[in-house]
């Protein structure tokens, strides 16, 4: 088919500049140059020295579904792009502008919610600690906002292009001589009128067929003439589409009507779909600094600058006496600080690759992963990251942040996982090793009475929380239970290993008969690597995977190695009827055992076994039309889980010790299972919202107080079967190996200075009434 040599007229819809500020960067401050120094008024913005990084705005939800049209999402699109406000050249405004503006303004309001990173644990140390918050700051240096200073010039440019283009399309088509011109325009707008429209196309690399003709057909172009409302609502739709995918500055710019040799009319809709420039990232590390306002040196910023610590102690000092805390927070709302440049670790090409912008490739943006990027710790403070036109024509992201302390040292109370004692740790972490968010650590733990202390070296790279990342973690732990071990027929600490055994039918066995699970164990070294999200995500949405060589020791001097594997799904989570949600959870481990009998290695076997636990967990809100509920989010709810534990045989000794202790119901010591290698057990909690008062204390002050406590009322049973070596009736199901346990109680929940604590009453099966102490939140579904 061959077209005309003219085309008969051009709609160009374009964006305002105005509302592309917001559309670009999203920000808890105001950036800007002034002459001199530059400072930021009391007020001004959101945040501060301890604001947490901003959530780039999400996307509209609409009605449509593109879904089963095209398999290239993108994600969930979170940033807005350029929008269309209808702004036509043959002088037909939309009427559409003021309510775009309103939804600009709504996105400005989302801009305001910030990132929580839950930092609850049972962990001090060398964390940071929050300070009064000042006001926000603008940039001291040119070098820090270079590129930005402008992001309302370049974002008009970027899209008044277009509209320009187009009025000069025109004004080649429409000459505006006297006479014949003026017949001419009349003729070509004539055929506008007239010309009906048999096909759309477009240039676009990106949308599909099926998704343009959806458009055209929705919006009404097909046989008519071309209008600029129908082109308008054509470009709204597959703007929605670009939106839904995360192409959130594609658009379309207006259309081209062109007529055939047989009088056809072909309407061409003109797409901006920008690419990534060959540095798809660009990171600039700042720094924000007290403006020291008793300072007269406005030309030198080091003079000029302090930390609010060194402030605070100068006031101090001046004063003669400490100051208030009130006092102190007042004077920190008025100060104004500043961002000086600074140097930085994170590598911009690791964050392109997480963000999966890559070079002269369409810009797609993810907001998923941008949360998993500014929520990972990586960065203490995110002042802007904005995705700017560069001379080229590409799009660069560029972010303005000051980096995490690389080095933090932690410490503790946990109690062991084989042995169920308490042990004191230490935690040493070395942050963003090689400048992609990877990490280096070492635990140390020790109970009061062990011998020797538990030591972890591991290497970690999560990939900021998406799939593929990895840990690689060498141990060496003391996993010894001492006397515990008595209750399921195990040698105690202070056996004498020259002595004849009996077992519970009067059989005397002879030393060399001893096997290995009749020793005391003693310790474990290893090495252990772990998967995170090996499945892929549209399978499943949670998945892990590890594997581990490892020996272990007893007292005797006996050895033995294991290998095994592990996989992991879920939590699968599910969200049910009345605000009720669901989750299930399951691992599965295989592995084999080559045991040594003997200290002299005069026998050795190769064991396999398998085991598998499953974690079913509900929760279901009651008295949901309560108005307790309905103004704190918090409501008494009804949580239900169940476990199921099940191995084969020859699972090794300190995994059914560690099955045991993780089988605990409460009112009961945690060692006092023992090992086992089947288990059921089944908990009941009520949970109501506890709200506390401190007499004294001002109103105001009150409703700052976090309120997190909780009354518990809770009911545990278990029925598990006990883990016993071969004897002489060899392996098997025994009746008199099965126990149970119960108990119901009461509880109190409050989490103190980031410390989550608990305290049970409980009453147990046997009428036993005691008292527990326990830290860590209970758990929840997310």
Partial sequence: MRYSQHTLGVVAITAAATNNVSAFSWSNIGIGRLPGKIRI?????????????????????????????????????????????????????????????????????????MIIRANLGTRGGSTNTATPTPTPPKLISEDVVAGSKASLETTTSYWSNALKNAQQKVKNILPTKKGEGKSQEDEVLEELRTTPIQSVTTPSEILPPAILRSAVQRSGLLGKTLHPSRVKECAKDLKQWYHQKGYILHSVTGATLNVDDDGKGIATLNVEEPVVNDVPVSIQFAKEVLIDPDSDDEGDEETSTTTMRKYRQKLERRKGRP????????????????????????????????????????????????????????????????????????????????????????????????????????????????????????VVRRGARDPIPSISLRFSDDKFGMSGGYDVDAFSEYIATGREMEVNNVRA????????????????????????????????????????????????????????????????????????????????????????????????????????????????????????????????????????????????????????????????LHEANAAGVAARVRGYPMSANGAVDSALTG????????????????????????????????????????????????????????????????????????????????????????????????????
Avoid: C
Avoid at 41 to 61: E, S, T, Y
Avoid at 79 to 107: C, P, Q, W, Y
Avoid at 515 to 533: P, Q
Avoid at 717 to 730: D, F, I, N
């Fill in 323 to 442: 100051l208030r805390l009130d006092e102190w927070q007042s004077i920190a709302s008025t100060l104004n600080t500043t961002l000086i440049p600074t140097s930085g670790r994170t590598r911009p090409s690791v964050l392109s690759s997480r963000l999966r912008l890559h070079p002269q490739q369409h810009f797609q943006w993810n907001a998923n992963r941008w949360r998993n990027i500014a929520s990972s710790g990586i960065f203490s403070k995110i002042w802007r990251a904005t995705p700017l036109q560069m001379d080229d024509g590409t799009v660069q992201l560029q972010i303005v942040a000051q980096e995490s302390p690389p080095r933090n040292l932690e410490y503790g109370i946990t109690k062991s996982l084989y042995t169920g004692h308490w042990e004191g740790e230490l935690d040493f972490k070395h942050e963003n090793l090689l400048g992609g968010g990877e990490s280096l650590g070492m």
């Fill in 683 to 782: 908990t009941a909690e009520i949970r109501i919202p506890l709200t506390l008062r401190i007499p004294f204390l001002k109103k105001e002050k009150q409703v700052n107080l976090r309120q997190d406590g909780n009354v518990v009322l809770f009911g545990d049973y278990l029925v598990a079967t006990r883990k016993t070596g071969p004897g002489e009736r060899g392996y098997g199901y025994r009746k008199d190996d099965v126990f149970g346990k119960s108990s119901v109680g009461i509880g109190v929940r409050k989490t103190i200075q980031g410390i989550p604590l608990k305290y049970d009453f409980s009453l147990t099966r046997d009428g036993k009434v005691g008292a527990f102490f326990g830290l860590g939140q209970d758990w929840d579904i997310l």
């Fill in 493 to 652: 600490e202070g056996s004498n290993s020259e002595e004849e055994d009996t077992d519970a039918d009067g059989n005397t066995a002879s030393p060399s008969a001893n096997t290995f699970e009749d020793d005391t164990l003693l310790g474990r070294k290893g090495v252990k690597v772990s998967l995170r999200g090996p499945i892929p995500q549209s399978i499943i949405l949670r998945s892990s995977a590890s594997a581990s060589v490892e020996q272990t020791s007893t007292r005797r001097g006996a050895k033995e190695s294991i290998a095994s594997a592990m996989m992991g799904l879920g939590p699968i989570t599910r969200d049910l009827h009345l605000g009720a949600r669901a989750s299930f959870l399951t691992k599965t481990t295989a592995g084999a055992r080559l045991g040594v009998e003997n200290k002299d290695l005069s026998s050795k076997s190769l064991l396999p076994y398998s085991s598998t636990t499953a974690t079913s967990r509900q929760i279901f809100p009651l008295l949901t039309n309560s108005r307790a509920r309905a103004d704190s989010g918090r409501g008494v709810d009804l949580a239900i889980q169940h476990t199921l534990t099940a191995a084969t045989q020859h699972l090794p």
């Fill in 41 to 113: 008024n009391n007020g001004i913005g959101n945040g501060g020295m301890n604001a947490n990084p901003p959530i780039p705005p999400n996307g509209p939800k609409d009605d449509m579904h593109w879904m089963n049209m095209d398999d290239n999402s993108g994600g969930d699109g979170g940033m807005m792009g350029a929008s269309i406000l209808g702004i036509f050249i043959i002088d037909i405004r939309s009427s559409n502008t003021n309510s775009h503006v309103k939804e600009t303004k709504d996105l400005e309001e989302v801009e305001e919610e």
